[in-house]
Nanobody, 124 residues
Framework: QVQLVESGGGLVQAGGSLRLSCAAT????????MGWFRQAPGKERESVAA????????YYADSVKGRFTISRNNGENTVYLQMNSLRPEDTAVYYC?????????????????WGQGTQVTVSS
């Protein structure tokens, strides 16, 4: 049984920072790409960032480039999303997911497992 558990969400003022974590059990993450998605009320889910199994390849949505950093610690079976310079438009539920490669995460298709999500709220 694979489980992904996100943590680190919360309420922050615009310009602030948060660090999200996604811990996996039941699967060795180093064999899989990992990604972060978000979904705001009334909007479609969007891919935010992705990282390959070894960490050598990363992807960022244009809206978060230069502000968000995805990283992973395969020894701890955890992936992170460092979010800096947060904006009110970053407010959403953030989910982590696994896939066989970053292309699938980038497209948001054929992702194997999903976490339950963590709420991020950025006040203006």
């Amino acid at each position: 049984q694979v489980q992904l558990v996100e943590s680190g969400g919360g309420l922050v003022q615009a310009g602030g920072s948060l660090r999200l974590s996604c811990a996996a059990t039941g699967r060795t993450l180093s064999n899989y790409a990992m990604g972060w998605f978000r979904q705001a009320p009334g909007k479609e889910r969007e891919s935010v960032a992705a990282i390959s199994g070894g960490g050598g390849t990363t992807y960022y949505a244009d809206s978060v480039k230069g502000r968000f950093t995805i990283s992973r610690n395969n020894g701890e079976n955890t992936v992170y999303l460092q979010m800096n310079s947060l904006r009110p438009e970053d407010t959403a539920v953030y989910y982590c997911a696994t896939a066989v490669n970053t292309a699938r995460l980038r497209a948001g298709v054929l992702c194997d497992y999903w976490g339950q999500g963590t709420q991020v709220t950025v006040s203006s």
